[in-house]
């Protein structure tokens, strides 16, 4: 009995989380352009979307952003993580403290003090300062996920490493780094997600000849629906689950 | 540190320059108008033409538009403005001037619109169009009687079934209409009295939208909106139940003029597309498609007998001489609007 | 061995020289201009004033913040009574299904969020799925008012941080040892007794952690309000977006962004109390 009305209930929530997104996928795929009714099954949305230049521009400079600001948060990332796990020098709890606030601030909050700093720089808003502040949003995720692996590090395997000769370079290039590639890689594709997922931090960082697609979408969604923001929807559906099972994939593995 | 902050900025620079350098010099031109202002196929027919690409962004209100321009400055080689704002922007020396002996179209434009007070000369700004704000009502879900004049938006059967538009000016607008003052009042105690009077009129409103407030009527979410005549245009030719009222208490008109920001960097492209959209057959297709009047002499060659004797497009002499033009206000009055404004929108 | 302090000198500093400039300087440059005055031509003007922060108190402002943190409140007080639960039936589900239903908890949780509005915007309208079909079931005579209200709102908010309340109470639900539960129950306690006297303060931290990570991007969800409340309902997200990029007043907006921060930092502090006490050690 209570079983089945655990089930029930888990079956409602993820109704809930996955009705709005099905309605999208099925009217991608809905001839009918305007109504709700159910017109035949279609592919034109599709290729709409595929020769809408605009949109793929947008929709590709939303995934170049998302590759760059997560290779670069990566980079980061690890060797804060490093050097953080490794070394003790003042400031480091600092460092910590930094790194926690900027994951728990509103995204509202570093995106307007990044905007602060770019007018104070004087830098015009498009890709770089998109790439810069999509990298400060990623930057503590992937130092945290990558520290996480580091906790539980086998030590006496870095100690023999130095006994036997090897400087800290040959130590982070050859022992550190493979034993923490699969967090790094996970890192990467939490970041690429977060990155993709990111509204508020796009709209006040980019400027007129970068647009990116939420922001696309933002003005799509003010001006009405129409099908082929819905193929489009579908689309980043697929590349965002693709992403996610892949870090799932590679976190999984240090276990 | 500034040395640091040098170094980093030079670096950043080299990478824009990296990422920019596909597109070659002045081939693009960075247009900030309205949105639902300009068809996608005039852009296009632009671009082919041309070889210049458009990219757009878009602005639900001046006010918006002109924190933009303040804040980030450069970035824009065309915005849009109406009248009121083209005067403030021009003072504020935030616009370069256009040279209209450049624009060879610039002949075609229909003398009433030229040389207003608000750029002596045409200095700075060139006509895109024009139109009116008023009632757009949806007679499938009201009877028409009930709402006649822009006083009976107060009537209590509306509540949640009211758009406005997201614009402090226009809501004022109708304030200050409906006690009989003008849509340009500078008086701050007539502005308190309409400020009063809208306080109690904000229950009954459901959504502000200025982007696409057709959208809503169409749906059925709204009765009745106040809204840009090329949105009850649109609205009509898809609902004929949704008309537009020009209300008896008067209205506002508006022209929307092209300016090029100080900071354009694409400058002979705003020409180029000035010159272009000027042209009676271009200025026809924008007008018939959005709905918006065209302030070229000559466009009604161009536009089917349907479109000419619409009244929602072209008003008749006798509904005109009761609007009102949005006109430049000084910069204390407007903060006075803004602080009402801000006040109606959070209450 | 000098190769080595190189090395390390390299690493600290780098990651110093960056965190400063696009972390500690901007959070500064924001502190800062809240306490500038606003200027006419330049947007802001060097001096020091309190006004910016007074002008919060202002009645206006102040029931618009107090509106919104009722709002958020509501919104992670219904992540929790939907959230629980659900990660409880997670926790005990068969522990070789349990990543799979996780991941399905996921997969919207990445989903760009706009698109996931954009998609509650197709059930929600007048004439979207919702009341199309209650319509055509004859269960209504006229369609809902849903767009546009506060309820749409909460549909919003609740619909995109639910996964934000589901992870972490899981992961509190998991620690719970069921031989507590067990124990509990020879010594006679009903399971209301055990649920509320074993389990809910077990997973106290994770309640506590979910809320906070509803409650808090709840205020600054401008799009939501936007969108589905029709610009008609304020979160401090907004307000803050439009006293930059409407009203051109960046030191308010600062110092309204300023005081969530602060606010947010209590938060984090309560929450690392909270955890302290039941014994575990905050992460970094």
Redesign the interface.
Known sequence: MSRWL??G??GC??A??????V??AV?SFNSSKYS?AWKGFTLDWYVRLWQNSGLMTTAFNSLLIAAASATLATL?GT??A???HR?R?P?RRT??G?????M??????IA??????F???S??????TLL?AH??LCVPFVA?TV??RFVGFPDDLVDAARDLGA???QV?RHIVLPLASPAVAGGWLLSF?LS??D??IS??TT???F?V??LR?????????KPD?NAL?VV??AV??T???LS?HLL?EKK | MKTILRGFRLALFAVMAAVSSGNAADKVLNLYIWSEYIPEQVLADFTRETGITVNISTYDSNEAMYAKLKLVGKGYDLVVPSSDYVGLMRRQGMLLPLDTKKISNFAKVDPKFVNQSFDPGNAYSVPYMWGSTALAVNTSLLPAETVQKTADLWKPELKGRLLLPNDPREVMGIGLKTLGYSINEKDPEHLRQAYEKLRTLMPLVRVFDSDSPKQALLSGEVAVGLVWNGEAYTANNENRAIRYVYPPEGFSLWVDSFCIPRGAANIESAYRFIDYILQPKVSAAISESMGYSSPIAGVSEFLPEAMRANPIVNPSAQDTARGEFLDSLDESTLKLYEQYWIKLKTK | MKNNTLFRRLLIGATWAWMALLALVPYLMLVGASFFERGTDTLVRPGLTLSNYLHLLSPTVFTMAADSVALAAVAALLCLLVGYPFAAILAHAPARIQPLLLLLVMIPFWTNSLIRTYALVMLLKADGVVNSLLLHAGLIAEPLRLMYTPVAVFIGLVYTLLPFMILPLYAALKTVDPQLLEAGRDLGAGRVRNFLHITVPLTMPGIIAGTMLVFLPALGMFYIADILGGARTMLVGNYIRDQFLVFRDIPTGSAASVTMTVAMGLLLVLHHLARRRSGKEMLP
């Open positions: 655990h089930r209930y888990a929530v993820y809930f989380l996955y009705l709005p997104l309605v999208v009217f709700l980061l060797v804060a490093f050097v953080l070394y020098f400031g460092l910590f930094t790194l926690f606030v900027m728990m601030s509103p995204d509202i909050v307007l003090s990044l905007l602060l700093l007018l104070a720089l830098l015009p808003l498009g890709f770089s810069l990298t400060v945290t520290f996480s400087g800290e370079y982070f997600t993709l997922d509204v508020i709209f006040f400027g007129p000849d647009e697609l939420p979408i933002y003005s799509m969604v003010r001006l009405g629906i923001v929807c980043m559906m965002t689950v992403a996610l099972v799932k999984k």
